[in-house]
């Protein structure tokens, strides 16, 4: 494909201003990081009050939890090709064993 007649866009324009975005977006970010991280930090302390009365609640009726998930069926999630390996492994043991 060819280029239209006109003006061609510099590229080194296009990659100055790219770096220099890059640059302003980077200092950006470093700049925010220590605000964002306060703002984590105070958070976490008001959650701490909430985490504990949840926790008390949780062993107020935690009798009920526990004899619910005591009944819960066990299922096999190995994948298959997993399953097959350790069929093929179970085969060449009982095989190795008999001679």
């Not at 619910?68 to 298959?80: A, E, Q």
Request: aromatic letters at 6%; proline letters at 6%; hydrophobic letters at 50%.
């Amino acid at each position: 494909m060819h280029q239209l007649p006109g003006r061609r866009p510099n590229r080194w324009l296009r990659t100055v201003l790219a770096v220099a975005l890059t640059a302003v977006v980077t200092v950006w970010m470093v700049a925010l990081l220590p605000f964002l991280l306060l703002a984590s930090l105070i958070i976490a302390i008001l959650m701490v009050p909430v985490m504990q009365r949840l926790r008390k609640e949780l062993e107020s009726t935690g009798s009920d939890l526990g004899a619910r998930t005591i009944n819960v069926p066990k299922v096999d999630v190995t994948p298959w090709h997993r399953q097959v390996r350790n069929a093929w492994q179970k085969r060449s043991e009982r095989s190795n064993k008999k001679f």
